[in-house]
């Protein structure tokens, strides 16, 4: 598995919301955890973006 980080970035608040590992988390799960843990966030129309942490 690749190593790394993953984050879930918000373009409209500026934000990083998240880390998450790559060892440990694949795409589809990480998905999963922005669905249910910020959709309050993207029902407001946020723009969320899952990227590769530098």
């Known amino acids: 598995m690749e190593e790394?980080?993953?984050?879930?970035?918000?373009a409209d608040c500026k934000t990083v919301l998240a880390k998450y590992s790559m060892k440990y988390f694949?795409?589809?799960d990480i998905t999963e955890l922005v669905r249910i843990h910020y959709s309050a966030?993207?029902?407001?129309?946020?723009?969320?973006?899952t990227r590769k942490a530098v």
């Open 4 to 10: 790394g980080f993953k984050e879930v970035y918000c």
């Open 26 to 28: 694949t795409d589809a």
């Open 41 to 49: 966030h993207i029902k407001e129309g946020h723009a969320i973006e």
